[in-house]
């Protein structure tokens, strides 16, 4: 078994102590225990005894909030309904942030688009405050219709960004080829609602119907049982498992052959961008990670 007890100031990951706490784990998320609203006056709400929360924008402002605990790897799991009907202009984002200088991030970005036409999902990794590797990809669903789940599995090996178990997107720990990888800092969840109409739809075309304000996302069934994080002041991380008996295999998951399937499914038929394939950005060649399957 694998366990981390990581310090919040060594910048190296280090592994140290066996240290698992391995709840029982009681279902139901709840958003007054796990997350504060950061910003919005008002516009984003915890409702339903803390079942459902909502972020809404209108032409004053949009709205966020943030977890309450940082982790250092996890499973994440968010279930979104985006903003329906004409919601183009609009960015809903949902991603983990160690914020500072020099930062790591794993970005989940929604932008809107007009009624009937298709959200795009934009996906980043920043390491040491470098991202440009975006990905985008349209879904084969309708993400304002009903709730749908949205997650990141990151461990030292991999992150894995996926949509109800189908995975979008893999970026592998290649440090070993000089991709630096975000395994040392961090990272609170992060999720906002914001007006970008200067470049989100059709890179910019398409302004916000502030007519049809205000824009609202909905969320539910946080899960991060699979974690480990620090909290409330906290000097280490603690690991939790769903998996009692077993240990955290979510730490040394990878890509089983069925999901690699579903992976080059998705990046066939719905990406609709590829960092990886831009080459007029990347004049002098590809960044390494480009050149591995
Ligand atoms: C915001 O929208 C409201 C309602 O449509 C409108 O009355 C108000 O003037 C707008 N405010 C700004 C700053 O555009
Ligand atoms: C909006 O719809 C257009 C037309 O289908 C599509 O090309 C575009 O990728 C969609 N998304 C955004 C964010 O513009």
Known sequence: MAFFSCSRNAVVLQIITLFLITSAVVSGSNYFQDFD???????GKIVNNGELLTLSLDNYSGSGFQSKKEYLFGKIDMQLKLVPGNSAGTVTAFYLSSGGSDHDEIDFEFLGNLSGEPYTVHTNVYTQGKGEREQQFHLWFDPTHDFHTYSVLWNPQTIVFSVDSTPLRQFKNLEKIGVPFPKNKPMKLYSSIWNADEWATRGGLIKTDWAQAPFMASYRNFNADDACFFSYGSISAHCTSKEANT????????????????????????????????AKRFPQGFPPECYVN
Not at 38 to 43: P, Q, T
Not at 249 to 257: A, N, R, V
Request: aromatic fraction near 16%; charge should be positive.
């Open 247 to 278: 240990g955290p295999i979510w730490l040394s998951q990878k890509l089983g052959p069925n999901s690699e399937e579903k992976l080059k499914w998705v990046q066939r038929n719905y990406m609709i961008y590829n960092y990886c394939n831009d």
């Open 37 to 43: 609203i950061s910003w919005g006056e008002g516009r």
